[in-house]
């Protein structure tokens, strides 16, 4: 099974500062994801890659970017934090083909983030 | 567009009992389901997952579901619930090919609580 880490597990940031989380997985996995999850909304996906170098849109991208510098990292990036954006944040691997298009996707442990 | 209906925010049932969490989709052709369960602070985990084939599938933990095309539905059933089974339990649906693929769809979760 994917091992997906994730850091930091907790954050406290202020409106206006910028906030970088961080995810790592170790099993060469070329697809990531980045979602939050807020209640009644389930998960909602923000940011993905297909592989180092790459990043596409998601659902909700605005106020965010995404990083990709390797196949193992992929950081999700708020340049201006707003109190809208506290969350729990989760990042997710897969190694679906593109062509084939069914990812099973594993999850880390997740980010809570308060913005004050 | 595709989405995911969880018609029930919160289930409560004795432990023993049998359970069934519902799952409803909305998408043109058949999808690729997936039933994921989340602990209290812990990421998403993998339960089972439908492709093709038969329509019902098997997971871990005795967990199944069946997916009906005619309903579109894809509900997740255990025959007798233990108290460690309490968590919230998300359906997702991801489609193939389009823009964006392998990307998942997630229901807003439904949480189950076992009363022991």
């Known amino acids: 099974e994917a091992a997906v880490t994730q850091s930091p597990r907790n954050k406290v940031a202020v409106t206006g500062g910028k906030v970088t989380l961080s995810c790592n997985q170790t099993?060469?996995?070329?697809?990531m994801y980045w979602y939050r999850q807020d209640t009644g909304h389930g998960l909602r996906l923000i940011h993905y890659s297909y592989g180092a170098g790459s990043t596409e849109k998601g659902d909700i991208p605005d106020g965010y970017k995404a990083s990709r510098p390797s196949q193992e990292n992929f950081s999700l990036i708020l340049e201006l934090a707003t109190p809208s954006q506290t969350s729990v944040y989760f990042c997710a691997s897969g190694d679906a083909a593109p062509a084939w298009g069914i990812d099973t996707q594993y999850f880390g442990p997740g980010t809570r983030l308060l913005v004050l | 567009a595709q989405s995911v209906t969880q018609p029930d925010a919160r289930v409560t049932v004795s432990e023993g009992a049998s359970l069934q969490l519902r799952c409803k989709y909305s998408?043109?052709?058949?999808?690729?389901l997936f039933w994921y369960v989340q602990y209290p602070r812990q990421g998403l985990q993998l339960l089972l997952k439908y492709y093709s084939g038969d329509p019902v599938v098997q997971g871990v933990n005795s967990f199944e579901a069946e997916f009906s095309k005619s309903n579109s539905s894809f509900h997740l059933q255990k025959a007798s619930v233990h108290w460690s089974d309490s968590a919230v339990y998300f359906c997702?649906?991801?489609?193939?090919?389009?823009?964006?693929?392998?990307?998942?769809?997630f229901g807003a979760g439904t949480q189950l609580i076992v009363i022991p």
């Open positions: 998408y043109s052709a058949t999808p690729y």
């Open positions: 997702a649906l991801s489609i193939f090919g389009g823009s964006a693929l392998g990307r998942l769809h």
């Open positions: 099993n060469n996995h070329n697809n």
